[in-house]
């Protein structure tokens, strides 16, 4: 059974920094694993993507802050967010990459201004 446990979201100001992890059970961390986003009114978006061999794709609005890596031994997906702004606002949730019907329940992060 796939079950997955983000983590690590906040309430920070902007400029600042923040850690998000997943852990997840089951076969799901055997594919490739991303980070999406769901702000207010929007739909989700995939924010960084990363391969079981290390390969990464990150979404343009957050290349240069964010950093995506695994640690395929603990089944858990990191997400280091930094020079975080207030459209960053959103929660974020971990899931295979292309997204599979398998969801968390999300960490929200909130940025002020």
């Known amino acids: 059974q796939v079950q997955l446990v983000e983590s690590g979201g906040g309430l920070v100001q902007a400029g600042g920094s923040l850690r998000l992890s997943c852990v997840a059970s089951?076969?799901?961390?055997?594919?490739?694993m991303g980070w999406y986003r769901q702000a207010p009114g929007k739909q989700r978006e995939l924010v960084a993507s990363?391969?079981?061999?290390?390969?990464?794709m990150y979404a343009d609005s957050v290349k240069g802050r964010f950093t995506i890596s695994r640690d395929n031994a603990k089944n858990t997906l990191y997400l280091q967010m930094s020079r975080l702004k207030p459209e960053d606002t959103a929660v974020y949730y971990c899931?295979?990459?292309?997204?599979?019907?398998?969801w968390g329940q999300g960490t929200q992060v909130t940025v002020s201004s």
């Open positions: 899931n295979s990459f292309p997204m599979r019907n398998y």
């Open positions: 089951g076969r799901i961390f055997s594919y490739d």
């Open positions: 990363i391969t079981n061999s290390g390969n990464i």
